[in-house]
Structure formats: structure tokens, C-alpha cells
T-cell receptor, first 113, second 113 residues
């Protein structure tokens, strides 16, 4: 059974810093790994999708990496801004799990002006 | 594309009443998923459909919960009778192929009093 863990549960940093959010998964046989952003009281917005054959994906100030062998993914945010404050969720789709997207508990990020 | 559309956005109901949540997936997507989000348990998959057929309902908590997908453009999640512990945010998501990732709706916030 696929399990996804995110550490830390919460992170607070000053504006302008570069930061890394961590995600680990127990079953390395995955189709893909997806990072989402969730603002308070809102839905999930997809940020980046990394296929199992890829090592990383980039979008603007965001870069996500994937290391299947170690069961880890990281989300790198460059030059953080207060608008980046949100909860970040990673989710993996295991091949043996019939298309189910399994979520971590999320990292609540606060960027202080 | 309007994205995944859920209704209602908010629902407040009394314990024992029937509740019906609705979802319209993105046109052309043949996978549809229902998730529930709570503070304690995070995001949990309740059920998912492929080509309108329920594939895995192992996450449905009790017989009080039922889901249908009568056609490719509409799905419902029904709770009857509702209980206070059903209070949560219910998300619908759709996908064209698992490898392409998922798109989530804005969610329905359900409060059972």
C-alpha cells in the first residue's frame, strides 16, 4: 500500500529565501508524482506533474525533482514571496493501486514579509 | 474549459437528512474521483469511476454513502442519513489518463449539525 509523507508539517521563512519542501513515498513503482497548492478554504491547484521517467519539472520559480529509487521528491521554491503562503501537497499514483492518487498530509508554508 | 465543476459550494444540513453532492468532470476525461478532506485524516479517496463504471469503492466509509455516474458528464455522491462526523470538504477530480495527472474541482464544504 502506497504511503506518502511530507516533512515538515509547517514551515515559516522570511520573504526572499529559497526553500525546499520534501515528500517521500513507500512504493517506488509509480506512474507519476504531482505537487498541488491549496489556499485556505479553497480547492487544489496543480503546480507540477513529474512522470515516472522524468527527473524534474520546472515552472517559473518552482522546480520539482523526483528520485524513484530513494522514494523522494522535492519542491524547490526560489525567491519566496508572501503570495506563496499556502499548503503544499504532494501525491503519487502507484502503478499497483489502480490509478489512485495518494496524498501526503501537506506542508503549511508561511512567507513573512 | 470550465474545469471540474462541483455544486453546491457549501451545504449545511441537519443530522439525518439526505445530502447530494454533484460533479461535472472535464469533457473528455474518462476517470472521475471523489475525495474527502478533513483536518484529522487529510485527503482520502472515497471512490473512483472509469468510463462511468465504479472501479474501486473501498474508501467509501459506510453504506450511508453511495455514488453514481449515470453518464460521462455527471456524477453524484449521496449521504443518507447524514451524521455530524460526515462534515468535511468533498472534492471531485477528473483525468483523461492517469499519466497526465488530475484536475480537481473547488470542493463542497459540508456541515452536518
Amino acid at each position: 500500500k502506497q504511503e506518502v509523507t511530507q516533512i515538515p508539517a509547517a514551515l515559516s521563512v522570511p520573504e526572499g529565501e529559497n526553500l525546499v519542501l520534501n515528500c517521500s513515498f513507500t512504493d517506488s513503482a509509480i506512474y507519476n508524482l504531482q505537487w498541488f497548492r491549496q489556499d485556505p478554504g479553497k480547492g487544489l491547484t496543480s503546480l507540477l506533474l513529474i512522470q515516472s521517467s522524468q527527473r524534474e519539472q520546472t515552472s517559473g520559480r518552482l522546480n520539482a525533482s523526483l528520485d524513484k529509487s530513494s522514494g523522494r521528491s522535492t519542491l524547490y521554491i526560489a525567491a519566496s514571496q508572501p503570495g506563496d503562503s499556502a499548503t503544499y501537497l504532494c501525491a503519487a499514483t502507484a502503478i499497483q493501486g489502480a490509478q489512485k492518487l495518494v496524498f501526503g498530509q501537506g506542508t503549511r508554508l508561511t512567507i513573512n514579509p | 474549459d470550465a474545469g471540474v465543476i462541483q455544486s453546491p459550494r457549501h451545504e449545511v444540513t441537519e443530522m439525518g437528512q439526505e445530502v447530494t453532492l454533484r460533479c461535472k468532470p472535464i469533457s473528455g476525461h474518462d476517470y472521475l474521483f471523489w475525495y474527502r478532506q478533513t483536518m484529522m485524516r487529510g485527503l482520502e479517496l472515497l471512490i473512483y469511476f472509469n468510463n462511468n463504471v465504479p472501479i474501486d469503492d473501498s474508501g467509501m466509509p459506510e453504506d450511508r454513502f453511495s455514488a453514481k455516474m449515470p453518464n460521462a458528464s455527471f456524477s453524484t455522491l449521496k449521504i443518507q442519513p447524514s451524521e455530524p462526523r460526515d462534515s468535511a470538504v468533498y472534492f471531485c477530480a477528473s483525468s483523461s489518463q492517469v499519466i497526465r495527472g488530475y484536475t480537481f474541482g473547488s470542493g463542497t464544504r459540508l456541515t452536518v449539525v
